[in-house]
């Protein structure tokens, strides 16, 4: 049978397939909520992932980061107050053009983020343990096509000195017909 005749509820069965994505995806996204607990009064999700764009990125233009980010330049700046509040992010101007402000993260930032990312780290190396080597293998299989069709970059190595940006592909639909 060709593949794209593939019964229904068969291992290609998109219903079927995203509903084990959208379940793996609660328990990542809880595994995140947890990583965030001990600075949850300071910072949410999403302006941890606009630390994460800053640790990734280094210092960056407003305009630069809501675009990574995909949200309006009027939430990144409210985003950024309230890291700036928390001493988590600060302002300098460009030194190659005076009229440009940067944003960059602070060395209490790039504490958080190396924190929470090593215990988001922890606990997904403690689930993936759990599995036997070959569920292992075709994991990371089926895991990089997933994130290579929708445009995200793999996370680096745990030595690698960059953080994972958790931010948006800015073009999932270029990188999906690719």
């Given amino acids: 049978m060709p593949e794209h005749e593939m019964p229904v509820g068969g291992l290609d069965d ?3 397939v995203t509903k084990a994505v959208l379940a793996a995806s609660r328990l990542l996204v809880a595994v995140s909520a947890r990583s965030l607990a ?5 910072v949410t999700l999403p302006q941890f992932r606009m630390l994460m764009v ?7 233009k407003l305009v630069a980061l809501a675009d990574h980010l995909q949200v ?32 960059r993260l602070t060395d209490e ?13 922890a606990e997904v190396a403690a689930i993936v343990e759990r599995l036997a ?5 075709a994991l990371v299989e089926a895991l990089t096509a997933f994130s290579e069709a929708g445009g995200e970059p793999l996370d680096p190595a745990p030595d690698d000195p960059q ?9 999932v639909t270029a990188a999906r017909d690719a």
């Fill in 54 to 60: 800053l640790s990734t990125r280094g210092a960056t």
């Fill in 133 to 137: 080597p070959g569920q292992r293998a």
């Fill in 109 to 121: 930032g790039r504490r958080t983020v190396a924190n929470v990312s090593a215990r988001r780290r």
């Fill in 14 to 16: 998109v219903d079927a």
């Fill in 38 to 42: 001990e600075v949850e009064e300071r």
């Fill in 72 to 103: 309006a330049p009027s939430t990144a700046m409210r985003m950024v107050d309230r890291l700036i509040s928390a001493g988590l992010a600060d302002r300098q101007t460009n030194p190659d053009n005076r009229r440009e402000t940067l944003l």
């Fill in 163 to 171: 953080s994972h940006p958790l931010g948006w592909a800015a073009d």
